[in-house]
């Protein structure tokens, strides 16, 4: 299945419009840009819609009524901006559930266990493979590649957090408290501090004074 | 200059040319899908790739500059390896569907593979299958077979001035599309055809319908505006298939309008193929030459200012003389080629002709349009005003507009006002845009036929050139005023004074019974219930449109394609077309049928053949004599157009509601009937 099959096939809401939290938003992400390149907002305002909607509707997608809104407000012409929606994997241009799990299969969280974190959110979920959502609409599964946190692989992100250092049973635990409506601490699920070593320091344990 | 070596050969190009350029410049032929002389380089294909001597690996020669004495290396063995592989990635997802394909015979992919593709594939894998795209009535797409050069995108964007064209998705699941499966809302969208290297954008209308192997070209004009596109009609047997531009930088480059390319479906259905006389209120079909008696028997004791004769928008001018001369002979001075009304002052060439040339709109710095929609009159025409938009860069191009507004006219233009009185206030100065106009070196205005066909066109005609005479539009090397055509028969019309003479009466003088005999040619565009019900009409011409109907007797004539005919342009350039297949029927040349009639009642045209006709015509205006070229012309000297009176306030309004729909051949076009459906009146579908 296409990430981008044909439009139509997408039940699509019939209007959009930014609510005032966006509005404040985008008046700081215009600001940023001259006039003439305001085009330049495209990526942060496809991210302004993507969050609204998932303000709004528990869904965080992009649909084509908001890229046409976008494509006003920048005063380009939109296929330019389905162009870049379509690009960025980033941007969801179907609805997906609440909670976007997006596994990273690339060669460092492969080794370390990622096939484990798959079963455990097919297992946890219902879904039966990637790029589809569970039955309940709560949960979509995305393959995704290097999410660039090898240190603490395996990875699992959850929206915009990452949930590190993960196994089958860590991963089943941090869905169950998902869908009871908790969000769990990102960062490693085991004992480790951001990206130092497991269990503690293993280096420059003595202090420089000792030394002499 | 730069001086650059292409396989040993030493040539001179300019600074900031590409390899390519020098390359062909070297009479060197390098392969290319993606690049395209008139639109932006994307350097996507790779297959230009060429070797530079010093350089680590071969380059893409069409977006790499050339530097003082650079050596270019087009046929080694790197190149032509480097090319296969580029040549075998192509092939990888391209359909091996060349004997379905519409393109098959004129594709640049099957030619280059001839040279560069393997006799064999190593894919083993599944191919890429693509989902085809909806692009409206006259583009088919087979998107499996897009090789994503983006030429579409690019002259969808750049030329077309429509950006709806995109590619989604990314890496292998990148698409051409627009994403929202609509029509695509040009009036250029047919070059998008011949500009698609291969078979994934071709014509609707002309799917599986012939080889280019089999057509037969014949160089012909397009007769469907006045732009004067230059075409070649492809024709197999007696039937015109197609319809392709030719290339001519001075008027249409290498565009044409999807009127004059798709109408030609129009030339088989509803055809006149034998004369027609009325008895007692019926039509009957009779030989030549009891039409012509009937003609003559009703022309008998009729006094010549009582004859009428109107001319309409497709003919040539060799039908045109001999209309007038036939006139002339008769003793009418009623005679006119202006159906719409228009009103000219004929005392100069550079009162009524597009003074600046289509080219040198690309010399001008500001734009006034003053009742015209150049989008929907002269859409190759408007490509180059949008070109010179895009060269100027941002706001270095003026454009204003007097005029109904319209939609999107595809470059950024200010809308002045909707009437005259724009013209009063840019001339005392107090619109701003006179300013403009006037801090101009080449300023240029286009009066377009919203403004000439009011019954204050002369009046508005006088102080548009007084306008451009004091803002600097017309003076010392440079005339900047133009009338926007949309008639292709106008110019020499005007030119062979196709006018009422001393005492005639003009197209609307002749109707509701100022004549007693009308002859028209062609004329089809006005109310035929405007004929006094009394007067005898003759009708000359190709179709069975509004006119025939109406028409006592019919004579039919030939279409552009069936005729070798001289036209001449809007900007007052003749051209010659010439005949691509035999009239249908008893269907004969224009000029012909008038020559043969004039014989019957005692008048004898003085030519025999088109030559003698030709030779007349050059005697009657010797703009004639020269085909093709054009002259500059110094206006600044002018008095300026004749014109008093009053001038109403009224707005300018639009020429023609529905572009697809403004000729006898279009509405007879079965392609056209379509676009009109879906693009002038879409039937609001309900929602679902």
Redesign the interface.
């Known amino acids: 299945m296409?990430?981008?099959?044909?439009?139509?096939q997408i039940e699509q809401p019939a209007t959009f419009a930014f609510d005032a939290e966006s509005e404040e938003q985008i008046a700081a992400i215009l600001a940023k840009y001259p006039p003439?390149r305001k085009a330049s907002g495209t990526l942060p305002l496809l991210y302004v819609v993507q969050k609204q909607m998932g303000r709004q509707t528990g869904s965080a997608w992009v649909p084509?009524v908001a890229m046409d809104e976008i494509a006003r407000r920048l005063e380009v012409?939109?296929?330019?901006v389905?162009?870049v929606a379509?690009?960025y994997l980033m941007f969801n241009t179907r609805p997906i559930g609440r909670y976007h799990l997006q596994v990273c299969t690339t060669t460092s969280c492969w080794l370390r266990g990622s096939d484990d974190v798959v079963a455990a959110c097919k297992k946890a979920t219902g879904i039966a493979g990637f790029g589809q959502s569970s039955a309940d609409g709560l949960f979509t599964l995305t393959e995704v590649e290097c999410l660039g946190a090898c240190a603490n692989a395996p990875i699992l992100q959850v929206d915009d957090d990452f949930y590190e250092d993960l196994d089958g049973p860590r991963t089943i635990e941090l869905i169950e408290a998902l869908r009871r409506g908790e969000r769990p601490t990102p960062g490693p699920t085991i004992d480790r501090v951001s990206s130092a070593p497991e269990g503690g320091r293993k280096t420059l344990t003595d202090s420089p004074a000792k030394q002499g | 200059m730069v001086k650059v070596t292409v396989d040993g050969i030493v040539v001179d190009v300019p600074n900031g040319s590409s390899a390519l350029q020098a390359c062909e410049a070297a009479g060197k032929e390098i392969p290319r899908f993606c690049f395209h002389e008139r639109l932006s380089v994307a350097g996507n294909c790779r297959m230009c790739l060429v070797q530079v001597v010093r350089a680590p690996k071969p380059v893409a020669s069409c977006g790499f500059p050339v530097a003082e004495g650079m050596e270019i290396l087009t046929d080694t063995e790197i190149v032509r390896k480097a090319r296969r592989a580029v040549m075998e990635f192509l092939l990888i997802n391209h359909p091996l569907d060349c004997p379905i394909c519409d393109q098959g015979g004129e594709c640049d992919l099957q030619d280059q593979a001839f040279g560069y593709g393997a006799d064999h594939s190593r894919y083993q894998e599944a191919k890429r299958a693509v989902t085809d795209k909806y692009l409206g009535p006259l583009v088919k797409t087979v998107m499996t077979r897009c090789i994503q050069c983006t030429r579409c995108i690019r002259f969808a964007t750049e030329i077309a001035g429509v950006p709806e064209l995109g590619a989604v998705s990314r890496g292998e699941n990148m698409e051409v599309t627009n994403y929202v499966e609509k029509a695509l809302t040009s009036e250029l969208s047919g070059n998008l055809i011949d500009i698609c290297p291969v078979g994934a954008l071709t014509s609707k209308p002309y799917a599986f319908t012939a080889r280019p192997w089999e057509l037969k070209r014949t160089d012909s004009i397009d007769v469907s505006d006045a732009v004067g596109a230059n075409i070649s009609l492809h024709v197999r047997g007696t039937a015109v298939l197609r319809a392709v531009p030719r290339v001519n930088d001075a008027v249409n480059e290498e565009w044409l309008a999807d009127k004059g390319r798709f109408s030609v479906d129009g030339l088989k259905h509803r055809r006149l193929d034998r004369p027609w006389v009325r008895v007692h209120g019926k039509l009957q079909a009779v030989s030549w030459q009891d039409a012509f008696v009937a003609i003559g028997k009703r022309l008998e004791g009729v006094a010549g200012d009582r004859i009428g004769a109107i001319a309409g928008d497709l003919c040539d001018a060799e039908s045109l003389l001999a209309l007038k001369d036939l006139m002339t002979a008769l003793g009418s001075p009623n005679i006119d080629c202006r159906q719409d009304g228009a009103d000219y002052d004929l005392s100069h060439r550079a009162y009524y002709t597009f003074g600046t040339t289509i080219a040198g709109i690309e010399d001008a710095d500001a734009l006034l349009i003053v009742g015209s929609i150049p989008r929907q009159e002269a859409p190759v025409l408007n490509a180059r005003i949008r070109k010179r938009f895009l060269a100027a860069g941002r706001g270095e191009f003026p454009i204003g507009l007097i005029g109904a507004p319209t939609a999107d006219p595809t470059y950024k233009a200010e809308l002045l006002g909707e009437g005259p009185e724009v013209l009063a206030a840019l001339r005392d100065g107090t619109h701003p845009f006179a300013e403009v106009l006037k801090a101009a070196k080449t300023p240029m205005i286009i009066v377009g036929h919203g403004a000439l066909t009011r019954p204050d066109a002369r009046a508005i005609l006088a102080s548009t050139w007084a306008l451009a005479a004091e803002t600097g539009v017309v003076g010392a090397g440079w005339n900047g005023f133009n009338v926007l055509h949309r008639a292709a028969s106008r110019v020499a019309g005007l030119d062979l004074g196709l006018v009422p003479g001393k005492g005639g009466r003009s197209a609307a003088g002749m109707m509701s019974g100022g004549v007693d005999v009308l002859w028209l040619l062609g004329a089809d565009e006005f109310h035929t219930a405007q004929i006094g019900p009394q007067t005898f009409v003759i009708y000359q011409g190709h179709h069975g449109d509004a006119a025939a109907v109406r028409a006592d007797v019919i004579l039919p004539g030939a279409t552009y394609a069936e005729k070798s005919g001289t036209y001449v342009n809007t900007e007052g350039r003749v051209q010659r077309s010439f005949r691509a297949v035999m009239p249908p029927g008893d269907a004969r040349e224009d000029w012909r049928i008038l020559r043969a009639f004039s014989e019957v009642v005692g008048h004898t045209l003085p030519y025999d053949t088109v030559e003698m006709l030709r030779e007349r015509l050059a005697t009657v205006n010797p703009v004639f004599r020269v085909i093709g070229g054009l002259d500059a012309v110094d206006a600044s000297a002018l008095p300026g157009p004749m014109g008093a009176g009053a001038v109403s306030s009224a707005p300018f309004r639009p020429v023609f509601d529905d572009y697809y729909q403004t000729d006898p051949i279009c509405r007879a076009s079965p392609t056209m009937g379509e676009c009109s459906r879906i693009y002038v009146h879409p039937r609001t579908v309900a929602a679902e």
Do not use: L
């Open positions: 296409s990430a981008h099959s044909p439009i139509d003439e084509r012409a939109p296929i330019r389905y162009e379509t690009f």
